[in-house]
């Protein structure tokens, strides 16, 4: 009969599709790279099959190990919310998170569902609002944990962590933009967004005529006026659904820079309990969606 798989083989192994190395894995699991590399070749003999190939300096699954990875993704999920559950008492009190909409609307109910079935004594309060004012609120101690979404290139503050990475396209509603020449209608959020100041000074130093034609503070707003064709907009590719279209590079727009997932602590203090066990389901979720993506490729 074949041995159970270990859980600790597994998470290392789920942090080496993650991370693509043994170093950056080891880092992550707290494990030299010499244990993990040890770990992935007992893992394998209990497998009975080569879960990687290396692809220049990076580790790339075979088709067993994507298949693998995906039983060990629900197997590591169902035992860390078992041991969650079982260690849950004593955890209450407030939680303060902030966030912005794009990360509102898509991460934010996985999020909120797992941590009150998980701890349904603590209370979590959630704060929507722009990355600037979110990160004010944290620095001020309004917040305990800002989850939002930054330019990847400046994610250099000490109290945050890097959750996965996104790229910042141009949106349409599928028909063709303006022709050269003429100025191209922009839809964009209120002056505080980062991602509007991103698009704009794209455009200007693409020297790529443009005019706003659309303004709303509201992402659902945002949203209606690309899709009723009022204009093109900048934005994360998790913003795409239904009546939206990234733009055609052909169509002459200048490439964007990518975006950070970020969790950020307050930076003062320890934090409680709750709020540990709130950051470690944030940590986990991105990390389920990027080993996820790593298996889909």
Known sequence: MAPDFDI?????????????????????VGRTQSTVS?????????????LFRREGR?????????????????????????RASLARAGIEGPVRLGTNQDLAETALPE????FALT???ATLEVRVESTAAIRAMLADGALDLALTLVRADRTDDVHETVLGRERLIWIGNGHAPPGPGAPLPLAVCDESCG???????????????HRIAFSSPSLAGLRAAVRAGLG???RGERALEAGLAPVAAARGLPPLPELAITLARAPSGPASPAVERLAAILRGLFAEGAAAAAADV
């Open 8 to 28: 600790d083989l597994l998470r290392s192994f789920v942090a080496i599709a993650v991370t693509g190395g043994f170093a950056r894995a080891g880092e992550r």
């Open 38 to 50: 040890l770990q992935m070749k007992r893992l394998e003999a209990q497998a009975g099959v080569r």
């Open 58 to 82: 990076r580790m790339a699954l075979t088709g067993d190990g994507r298949r693998l990875l995906h039983y060990a993704r629900r197997i590591l999920a169902l035992n860390d919310e078992a």
């Open 111 to 114: 999020v909120l569902a797992r």
């Open 119 to 121: 701890y349904p004594d």
């Open 195 to 209: 991602i509007r100041a991103a698009a704009l000074a794209a455009l200007e130093a693409a020297r790529v005529p």
């Open 232 to 234: 093109v907009t900048a």
